[in-house]
Every structure is written in structure tokens, then in C-alpha cells.
């Protein structure tokens, strides 16, 4: 297998640059290996980036960022292995199961409701910015049962510990202890006065008969905040970029609603935000790979959805797509415990949008921006109607 200088960072770029650029490396190496930092595997391939997930004991998720292989931080459940990752996975699954995202469901649409209704009058806006932001954030507060006037201040943390430049690493870290320390207080809140939220909840779990220690609840806290908030925003930024260039299928999501629960699993799998690394638990030969133990593997979630070998026409939006099985979401054990709440709030946000703003564009001369960060997303999206 080849080595290559691949730095996975791309900095900001005309949105829709990163794709591009997986789609190249696919074509060229089913798997090859990048000199960059500290080293890591990239695998090109559905198939095999399905086998990698599948195989939690030799490729463990204690790492998921090829350029830190040996985090200070454990972000629960995502950076758990079986049995431990089960534990886990059984006690916050009720909280996220469709029959939790349905109670949920009218609540989304009113705050969706109200924000487009906000934006509709002007007649532009930054669509990350002023609703991809705004929205999936909105849910998470209320979701943890936080005051809304607390928004700018997540608003704020989000940008400093997910957007920063790579140099800015220690403004990152003062961010995340912000947040840690924001949810310390709140934990004790709860633990005096308990509600019906997800805090207040996870406050009465047992694991082997004892309490949750609260450093596994902040570790807990922190994970769903950077997942609540910047995988729907980047999902919804790609999906909107790209029904304000077609107007074949924006039109048709105006005109036939119907059609949103399929082009939402469409859009996910034509823009696969999200690339999940793995560590190597012992020496093993993948498919031809002399990876060897306490090496990261990165796996592109774009290269499975894009894979020519899976999907016909991949770099093409088919909303009509038969057999659509895409793994937007991951495979296996860490399969996105969010799932059924990031298709809700997707489909509420083009329903509601497109029933108040159904026509909009890129302007001219204006250029929507993304950053390749181990989670694609777009910084910016300029977008104007009448």
C-alpha cells in the first residue's frame, strides 16, 4: 500500500471541495496509508470501512481522531468498547428511541416554525449562521432541560471547541472545560431539584449497582453536546447547499412533501458528514494493510456512500434512489444513538422552510464555504429570495 502526505484537514474551501477530493483518492487506493502527524490508515471502500466498524475488538473507538491517538478525554458512550459500550448504549437508548422523538416532535416544529418565520421576511440570510446553528442547538437545551437565553453562550462554546483553527488548540480546551463546568453546576441542580430531562434522568442510572460517578455524566454531557449540535448543523447546511442549486429538486420538495423522508436519506448519503477514526488493539493484515497495534485508521464515511462499487451514479442526488443503504450514521455497535432524532429534525426543517420559503438561491458573486474537519460543514451559506 502506498504512503501519501494526506493531511484530512482541508482548511475552508469552496463547499463541496472535500467530496471532490475523497472521490479522487477512492478511484486512485482502495486503502493507503498517510504520513501525516503521526501516521494513520485511510480506507477508500464500503465494504471494507463496513468491516472495519463491525470489528470492535481490533479496531477499538478508545481513539476517534487519527491526530490523537492517545486522548486525555473519553467522550461516553462514543469512545466505549463492548461490554462497556453496551452498558451504555442500553440505558441512554429510551431517550432516543422513535417513540422519545415523536413526544418530542411538535416541540421541534414550533421552534422550527418560529425561526424560519423570523428569517422569512428578510429576504436573505446566512443559512449556517442564522438557522443551522440556531435550530439543532434550540432542541439541545431543550432537550437537557436548559434555559433557551443560554443559547448564545452554547452558541459561542460550540464555535471555539469545533470551528477553531487547528493553531487554537488552547482556546479549545479552555472551551471545553467551560462546558464541563457549565454541566458540574447543572448536575447539581438536578441532583436538588430533579425535572423531566435527560439529566435529571441519567441521575438515577445504576451501573453494577452503583450511581454514575458525575465524571462519567460531565464525560457524557460533553459528547452530546459537540454531537447534538454540530452533525445536524453540517447535515442541514449540505442539504440546503445543494437544494439552492437544484432547483429540479427543490422544486419537488415543494411541491410534493411526500418526497422529504426519501431525499433526506439521499442527502445524507451524497454528503456523508461525519469521518470516525479507530485504533488498532494488535497487529492484524486488513485486505493486504500491515496495520500494526496503537495504530488509527480513518474511515471516511463520504468514500462508503460514494463508492462507485456500491451505489450506481453515487455523486449523483437520486431522491428516487431504490435499495438506499447508506451508512450516514455508521455500522455496528456505534451505529449514531441520534439518529431518529437528527431525521426528525431534518424533516421538520424542510418542511417548514420550504412551506414559507420555497424559492432561494446562492446569490451572484457570493460563494458558500466549508471546512474539512474530521466532521465536514459548511461556515458559511449565503442565501437570498423573494
Not at 502527524?37 to 481522531?65: K, L
Not at 466505549?80 to 441512554?92: A, S
Request: hydrophobic content about 45%; overall charge negative.
Amino acid at each position: 500500500m502506498p504512503d501519501m502526505d494526506f493531511n484530512p484537514l482541508g482548511g475552508v474551501q469552496p463547499a463541496g471541495s472535500a467530496f471532490t477530493r475523497f472521490d479522487e483518492l477512492r478511484e486512485q487506493h482502495a486503502a493507503f496509508r498517510s504520513t501525516f502527524g503521526q501516521g494513520f490508515w485511510v480506507i477508500s471502500r464500503y465494504d471494507r470501512i463496513v468491516e472495519i466498524c463491525q470489528d470492535p475488538g481490533t479496531f477499538s473507538s478508545s481513539a476517534v481522531s487519527v491526530l490523537d491517538p492517545d486522548p486525555a478525554y473519553r467522550w461516553i458512550p462514543e469512545m466505549l468498547d463492548p461490554p462497556e459500550h453496551t452498558v451504555w448504549r442500553r440505558l441512554l437508548g429510551p431517550l432516543f428511541s422513535p417513540a422519545a422523538v415523536a413526544a418530542r416532535a411538535e416541540t421541534i416544529r414550533q421552534q422550527c416554525a418560529a425561526l424560519v418565520e423570523s428569517l422569512a421576511a428578510r429576504g436573505s440570510c446566512d443559512f449556517v449562521t442564522d438557522f443551522a446553528r440556531v435550530y439543532p442547538t434550540t432542541v439541545f437545551l431543550e432537550l437537557m432541560g436548559l434555559p433557551v437565553e443560554d443559547l448564545a453562550t452554547f452558541l459561542a462554546w460550540e464555535d471555539a471547541i469545533l470551528h477553531a483553527p487547528p493553531a487554537e488548540r488552547a482556546g479549545r480546551i479552555q472551551a471545553m472545560g467551560e462546558v464541563i463546568g457549565y454541566f458540574r453546576g447543572v448536575i447539581a441542580e438536578r441532583r436538588a431539584e430533579p425535572r423531566e430531562d435527560l439529566i435529571s434522568t441519567a441521575l438515577g442510572w445504576e451501573i453494577d449497582g452503583e450511581p454514575v460517578p458525575d465524571r462519567d455524566l460531565l464525560d457524557l454531557c460533553l459528547l452530546l453536546f459537540m454531537a447534538g449540535l454540530d452533525t445536524v448543523t453540517a447535515q442541514l447546511s449540505y442539504a440546503f447547499w445543494h437544494l439552492a442549486k437544484d432547483d429540479k429538486d427543490r422544486t419537488r420538495i415543494v411541491d410534493d412533501p411526500a418526497i422529504i423522508t426519501d431525499a433526506i436519506e439521499e442527502l445524507l448519503r451524497a454528503y456523508s458528514i461525519v469521518m470516525p477514526a479507530r485504533k488498532l488493539t494488535r497487529d492484524t493484515d486488513f485486505h493486504g494493510c500491515p496495520m500494526k497495534a496503537g495504530e488509527m485508521v480513518l474511515l471516511p464515511l463520504n468514500q462508503a456512500n460514494r463508492d462507485p462499487g456500491t451505489f450506481t451514479d453515487p455523486t449523483q442526488v437520486d431522491l428516487d434512489r431504490p435499495h438506499n443503504r447508506h451508512i450516514a450514521f455508521g455500522v455496528g455497535v456505534h451505529r449514531c444513538l441520534g439518529s431518529h432524532l437528527a431525521r426528525a429534525e431534518m424533516g421538520i426543517a424542510l418542511e417548514e422552510w420550504h412551506r414559507r420559503i420555497p424559492s432561494y438561491r446562492i446569490p451572484d458573486g457570493a460563494e458558500a464555504l466549508e471546512h474539512a474537519d474530521l466532521v465536514l460543514g459548511l461556515d458559511t451559506l449565503p442565501l437570498v429570495w423573494d
